[in-house]
């Protein structure tokens, strides 16, 4: 077990490094990771793990901190697991915060390699909240209910749309312009955001990710969403929405997918 755990502090040392050849050392070719971030089928062989970690070592430069707390080890003959809390985040974060990773390793050729990582942080109940928010506007969306798509939305939202004015300020505004996109809808309506990213600090939280709508048999189209969310009396409320097309020769791409 001292191998699996020198193995490991040598590990976290070079990503802390930016050393990326010694951070893939001793991982098999056949490397499987669950990470934090996309995508969700997780990072299959040696290549693509190495593609990982060099903007995440550029996360790390920026100040932030990857520190190993603690490393318990299970090993028997060929197969061992480690499971470790690690200090991850800007230096503010890491207080209590931790990342919690998992890593399954076999031996080959008298050395343990590592066959299998995953990462993954716990989930804040305000991350929940706003998670839990979107999914209550993707069902009334799909269910044309303009008072459930409504709530959440603050009085004094200020929401940048697909179409013109500039900006749409306060909630009844909003509501005119779900209630126009609704009417004008042939079918039942789909909204989501597969890659839904949500970041919370305090009392404030902003949400980002790609928005994926259909109308009836219309063809699925993509577009950028990027919401902020204030929590007052202790309710998430969203104070701001920016959603744009992406556009080619000054005109509204509706054709691009991700």
Known sequence: MNEINELIERWVLAVGA?????????????????????????????????????????????????????????????????????????????????????????????????????????????????????????????????????????DDVVSYEHEAPLQYVGVDAVREVCATGLESSTGTVTWDVPDLTILVRDDLAVSWGLNRMTDGAAAESWSRGTRVFRRTQGEWRMVHQHVSWPESDGHARFDLRP
Request: negative net charge; contains cysteine; aromatic residues 8%.
């Open 18 to 154: 930016g050393d990326l050849d010694a951070v893939v050392a001793d991982h098999a070719d056949d490397i499987v990771m669950f990470d934090v971030p996309p995508p969700e089928n997780g990072v299959r062989g040696i290549d693509e793990y190495r593609t990982t970690w060099p903007p995440f070592f550029e996360w790390l430069r920026s100040g932030a901190v990857f520190e190993l707390v603690s490393v318990e080890v299970t090993a028997g003959e060929d197969v061992a697991f480690a499971v470790a809390l690690l200090r991850c985040g800007e230096p503010g974060d890491v207080a209590d915060r931790r990342l919690r990773l998992t890593l399954g390793l076999r031996r080959e050729n008298g050395r343990w390699i590592v066959a299998h990582e995953h990462h993954s942080f716990t989930v804040s109940d305000s991350e929940k909240d706003i998670a839990a928010l979107h999914q209550r506007w993707f069902d009334a969306t799909a269910s044309k209910d303009l008072d459930a798509m409504m709530a959440g939305i603050a």
